[in-house]
């Protein structure tokens, strides 16, 4: 497995969660990473995009000043700190690695992608 999303699950509105992307050295290493989500009904959405130094961060304009992302390269993990969760947050989040380092919100610049992990609100 080149991506390993945890993290998530059932939360009141308003709470937070943590997801982790844990990815091989072969697969992030100099890479850029980023989170996406994807509703029942929906299209897969863009969340957040970091470089592979942490330099250029990149958020939707519907998470932005409620979640945070960042990465440990020592330890070969993203994360995505989400607060203030909203019912419109619930989604199947995927993490996924770029095929360059820097940071982008485009999903086919990425190639490498986790199996997704489910983030539900409850109002």
């Known amino acids: 497995v080149q991506l390993q999303a945890s993290g998530g699950g059932l939360v009141q509105a308003g709470g937070s969660l943590r997801l982790s992307c844990a990815c091989s050295r072969r697969t992030c290493s100099n890479n850029a990473m980023g989170w996406f989500r994807q509703a029942p009904g929906k299209g897969r959405e863009f969340v957040a995009a970091i470089s592979w130094k942490s330099s250029s961060i990149q958020y939707a304009d519907s998470v932005k000043g409620r979640f945070t992302i960042f990465r440990d390269n020592a330890k070969n993990t993203m994360y995505l700190q989400m607060n203030s969760l909203k019912p419109e947050d619930a989604a199947l989040y995927y993490c996924?690695?770029?095929?360059?380092?820097?940071?982008?919100?485009?999903?086919?610049?990425?190639?490498?992608w986790g199996q997704g992990t489910q983030v539900t609100v409850s109002s």
């Open positions: 996924a690695a770029a095929r360059g380092s820097s940071s982008t919100g485009d999903y086919k610049d990425y190639n490498y």
